[in-house]
């Protein structure tokens, strides 16, 4: 019996992913020999390429022939468009988005397919990579070139860090399915039609696929649907996203399509557990967190007892080709713990599908992470909690340093009082170079109606420590909060746009999620009513008394076009997902260079 774990675009291309690691190396323990493809890093080397460039200009300016016809049947569009049917709509999208991007950059296309390649080896070359004005020249270049790859199926979009699907369809079953199964929507359909026969997939007795985040949905369920159309293995489906959903998926014509099961909760139990099932030394019925079809129906086995976090193994990572990813060092990426100790953020679902907080012992944690600097010689480290408490991460960072484990990491953290400076600096000491923190509003109002939990006088009192002592500040910001005021939302960005304290910044727009407190709560922040986005969308549409999504979301992107524009010559002012690279800067040159550097090369702005 032996089980194959995929990661699939969109992802990250900086560092591998942890699940299929930790899946592995469970598996292994239990005597399966587990395996591992990361399609997602793969998919990125094979399409950033010069012939791919080319070939997808060239398909873009023959569609705007073959689309003219049609365009020009249909004059005024834009009065009648609610009223098309779906495919013409896409088909207008697309020839309006090709036609206006040779209209803007009628050469860039072709600029881009002559630097794409050495753009890539820039992010991967242990030298230039550290020049920053390399560094976010080859960046600009990559999405450029995302850019020009994502033309033959606009208004679809790839890019480094989200996949933005065709929006004129829904998140419905139906118009999911639609997307998976249509060539003409979906630019991942052809390229595993013609990654496919390159895997080994005869070796292997189940394929495990993982969801962590919407950007994944379309192409996991694509690949799902081309392996049960091709293959005779058994597919499982897991990760947090399949659980947000899993309410839409518990249904025949789900299985029929893309699976044979859904772990939910704790993989690492569930899988290991309907490995042995397969082997044919379990019950299919006694499989912990496992969502099968009998019949007709659709049986939810019952939940895994809390896993026992100190059992588990270090992750394996040996089948993962370091050279590939778009960075010169690996950040490994590590999990102290489950769930968030707080878990009270009304706007929040991280915590969705997590029986309880829970966490390691420091020296279990301790000993993975010296495993993984035996194993492969790892430096740096995300660890990828939601919140780790200051008083754990005081005694892990001791434990480091008595056993003299010479790395630096970054986290995501809350403001809590418990990050005294002797706490910060004994974390700075131990290798940490800095934190993601949740600031979200500068208003105290509404921090207690987000019931964050945290105090406006220890938050600054934290930053201005992490200041002294050289610790990167990183804050994230959530604008457009129901009944946040005009005056409340300026009062947070000029907090940001001050950077006194704050060295970089993650702003997103309000978004009403489907497991979130607050849905139950919305007549106290005046949300008059909310509809679903469909059965495969973890969020609400809403409408609220004092603003609207539109606004919200306006507002937010009205204020990283002028933040961009203004910190253009910083390195990261704004940062999504370059953190594994930022941890990567702030390890080589320190705190104060990062922040003082200034690029003589522009950023593009997006």
């Not at 976010?136 to 199926?153: E, G, H, I, Q």
């Not at 690949?223 to 489906?237: S, V, W």
């Not at 659709?298 to 394996?316: F, M, Q, R, S």
Request: charged residues 25%; contains cysteine; aromatic residues 12%.
């Amino acid at each position: 019996m032996r089980p194959l774990f995929l990661t699939v675009p969109q992802w990250y291309p900086m560092n591998p992913y942890l699940a299929p690691a930790i899946l592995v190396a469970e598996c292994k323990a239990a005597g399966f020999d587990a395996a591992a493809i990361d399609l997602n890093i793969a998919f990125f080397n094979d399409i950033l390429t010069r012939e791919s460039v080319l070939k997808a200009e060239a398909r873009a300016r023959a569609l705007l022939k073959i689309y003219e016809p049609t365009v020009q049947s249909c004059p005024e569009p834009e009065k009648r468009f609610a009223s098309l049917p779906p495919e013409l709509k896409t088909t207008l999208l697309r020839y309006k988005t090709i036609s206006e991007y040779f209209a803007a950059h009628p050469t860039l296309a072709r600029e881009t397919a002559e630097k794409v390649e050495d753009a890539v080896a820039v992010l991967k070359d242990p030298v230039r990579f550290y020049d920053p004005e390399a560094h976010f020249r080859a960046k600009d270049t990559v999405n450029d070139a995302l850019a020009v790859l994502s033309l033959p199926y606009a208004p679809s979009r790839i890019m480094i860090d989200n996949f933005i699907a065709d929006p004129v369809m829904s998140w419905s079953f139906e118009d999911v399915k639609s997307q998976c199964l249509d060539p003409f929507r979906n630019m991942f359909l052809p390229y595993f039609e013609k990654k496919l026969p390159e895997l080994p997939l005869a070796d292997f007795d189940l394929i495990g696929i993982s969801v962590a985040d919407l950007s994944q949905l379309i192409p996991a369920l694509t690949l799902a649907h081309l392996l049960r159309e091709r293959t005779d293995k058994k597919i499982a489906l897991g990760g947090n996203y399949i659980y947000k959903i899993i309410g839409s998926v518990k249904r025949p014509d789900f299985f029929d399509l893309y699976c044979d099961y859904i772990t939910v909760g704790d993989g690492e139990t569930a899988t290991v557990e309907l490995c042995e099932y397969i082997e044919g030394i379990r019950p299919v019925e006694a499989v912990h967190s496992l969502v099968r079809r009998d019949g007709e129906r659709i049986v939810t086995n019952e939940t895994a007892p809390l896993l026992k976090l100190d059992t588990l193994h270090t992750p394996d990572f040996s089948d993962f080709d370091f050279s590939q990813y778009f960075s010169p060092e690996t950040v490994f990426p590590v999990q102290l713990g489950k769930g968030c100790y707080w878990s009270r953020c009304t706007f929040c679902d991280f915590y969705t599908g997590q029986q309880k907080f829970d966490i390691k012992s420091v020296e279990h944690a301790v000993n993975e992470v010296a495993e993984l600097v035996e194993r492969y010689g790892a430096k740096r480290f995300i660890f990828v909690d939601e919140a780790v408490p200051p008083a754990y991460y005081d005694r892990f960072a001791t434990e480091l340093r008595r056993r003299n484990i010479q790395i630096s990491f970054y986290s995501f953290a809350r403001f809590d009082k418990g990050f005294t400076r002797p706490v910060l600096e004994n974390l700075f000491a131990a290798g940490a170079k800095f934190f993601s923190w949740g600031y979200e509003a500068a208003s105290p109002r509404l921090l207690k109606l987000m019931n964050k939990g945290i105090e406006p006088d220890v938050r600054d009192r934290i930053l201005r420590d992490c200041v002294e002592i050289g610790i990167w500040t990183q804050c994230t910001f959530l604008l457009g909060y129901p009944t946040e005021t005009p005056a409340e939302l300026q009062q947070t960005l000029d907090v940001i746009e001050d950077r006194a304290l704050i060295n970089s910044c993650t702003p997103s727009n309000f978004v009403l999620k489907k497991n979130a407190i607050l849905k139950d709560e919305t007549e106290d922040v005046g949300i008059t009513d909310f509809t679903s986005n469909g059965d495969f969308h973890i969020s609400y549409s809403y409408h609220a008394k004092t603003t609207t999504m539109e606004l919200v979301k306006k507002n937010r992107m009205d204020f990283e076009r002028r933040f961009l524009a203004a910190t253009a010559d910083c390195l990261w002012s704004l940062g999504f997902t370059d953190t594994d690279h930022l941890l990567l800067y702030l390890s080589r040159y320190g705190r104060d260079w990062v922040r003082d550097y200034r690029l003589q090369y522009k950023k593009k702005q997006p």
